[in-house]
C-alpha cells in the first residue's frame, strides 16, 4: 500500500496552486511536506483527503482513488483546527469515532488510552473551550487517530505547542509509524523534519523543487558546512574559491563551502598557519538547503 501523487496540477482560477506535483510514500514511512507560507502544502491535503479535486492529474492509495467510502482509512489533522467548543472532549471524540465507523465501546477505551498517553484524563469531561489551545491541538490529534487510519496527515501538527508536548506528539507519530501507518505531515521547523522524516518534497510556490530521501537529498546538495575553531585571524578564508559562506564566531568561523576537496584545502591551509583547536566538516542542514532553494526568492 501506497499513497501515489502522479503529475498532480490545482488551479483556482488562473492561480496555480499546484504545479504538476508527484511522488510516491511507501507503506509506514514518514513523509515531509516543506514549503514557504502559500506554497501549496494545505491545497495538497485536502486534495489528498479528497476534500478538493485537483484540476490535472490523480492520487490514489493503494491503486484507488480515496474518496468518502474510504475516509476510514485517513486520518487528517487540519491546520485550522475543528472542534466544536461547546462539546466535551469525551462527546466529540465520540461523535467522530462515530463517523469513522467505530463502535461505542471502543471509542471508549481508545479515547481513555490517548487521554492518558497525553497526560490529561481529566479532560475526559470537559468542554473543549475550557482547554488551553494546545490542549485542543492534542485532542485534534487524537481526533485524527482514533480510528487507527493506515494513512495519517498532520498540517502543522507541532505548532505552538510547548517542548514537552512538541516531545508527546513526536513519540506517538514515531509510534504509529512503527505500528504501520503511513504519515505525511508538514512543518516549518526544520529540525521536525530532519529527526522524523526517511523522505521530504519542498515546495515552492506550488512546484515541488526537492525531492527525495533525506540522505540523498542532503548528499546531492553537495555544499558542507565546516566549523573552524583557531586562535588566529581565519577572515581571509572567506575570499578563497569554494568557499559560499562565511561567519565569523567568537571561537572561529563558520563556513560553507562547495565541496569536500575546498574543506580539505583548507585544512591543510590553516594546519600550517597555527594552533587549531576544532576542525569539523558537517553535512548541510535541512535548513541550509531549505533557505537556498526557496529563501532567495522571498521578496
Ligand atoms: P501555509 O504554510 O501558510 O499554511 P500552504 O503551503 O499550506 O501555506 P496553501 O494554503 O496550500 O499554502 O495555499 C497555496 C496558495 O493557494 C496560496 O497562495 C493561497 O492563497 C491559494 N489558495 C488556497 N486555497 C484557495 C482557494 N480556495 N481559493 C483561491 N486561492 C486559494
Keep these: 500500500m501506497s499513497l501515489n501523487i502522479e503529475s498532480v496540477t490545482k488551479k ?7 504545479d504538476d506535483l508527484s511522488f510516491n510514500i511507501p507503506e509506514d514511512q514518514i513523509f515531509g511536506l516543506l514549503g514557504a507560507n502559500g506554497a501549496g502544502k494545505t491545497t495538497t491535503f485536502r486534495m489528498m483527503i479528497g476534500l ?3 484540476t490535472m492529474g490523480a492520487i490514489t492509495w493503494d491503486g484507488r482513488p480515496l474518496t468518502e467510502k474510504t475516509s476510514h482509512v485517513i486520518g487528517y489533522f487540519p491546520e485550522e483546527r475543528g472542534l466544536y467548543p461547546n462539546l466535551k472532549v469525551s462527546d466529540q471524540l465520540l461523535y467522530l469515532g462515530r463517523l469513522k465507523g467505530m463502535s461505542k465501546q471502543e471509542i471508549r477505551i481508545q479515547v481513555k488510552k490517548w487521554l492518558e498517553r497525553f497526560k490529561v484524563p481529566e479532560y475526559e469531561n470537559k468542554k473543549i473551550e475550557e482547554l488551553s489551545k494546545g490542549n485542543q491541538q492534542k485532542i485534534q490529534f ?11 496527515i498532520l498540517d502543522e501538527p507541532f505548532s505552538g505547542l510547548d517542548p514537552v508536548n512538541v516531545e508527546l506528539l513526536k513519540e506517538a507519530v514515531v509510534e504509529l509509524k512503527r505500528e504501520g501507518t503511513t504519515i505525511v505531515f508538514s512543518s516549518h521547523r526544520m529540525e521536525h523534519v530532519e529527526e522524523l522524516c526517511e523522505y521530504l518534497c519542498i515546495l515552492h510556490k506550488g512546484k515541488p523543487v526537492v525531492h527525495g530521501s533525506l540522505k540523498d537529498v542532503k548528499r546531492s546538495f553537495g555544499k558542507k ?10 577572515e581571509y578564508l572567506q575570499e578563497l574559491s569554494g568557499v559560499t559562506r562565511f ?11 562547495e565541496n569536500e576537496d575546498v574543506s580539505q584545502r583548507i ?22 538547503i531549505f533557505i537556498e532553494k526557496v529563501g532567495a526568492s522571498y521578496e
Excluded: C, W
Aim: proline letters at 5%.
Design 142 to 152: 487524537i481526533a485524527a487517530v482514533l480510528h487507527k487510519p493506515k494513512l495519517l
Design 267 to 288: 585544512f591543510e591551509m590553516i594546519s600550517k598557519k597555527g594552533f587549531v583547536r576544532k576542525f569539523e566538516l558537517e553535512e548541510p542542514s535541512l535548513n541550509d
Design 225 to 234: 558546512n565546516v566549523t573552524v575553531y583557531a586562535d588566529f585571524d581565519l
Design 52 to 54: 478538493l479535486n485537483p
Design 247 to 257: 561567519k565569523k564566531v567568537t571561537e572561529g568561523a563558520f563556513l560553507q563551502v
Design 12 to 18: 483556482f482560477g488562473s492561480f496555480t496552486a499546484v
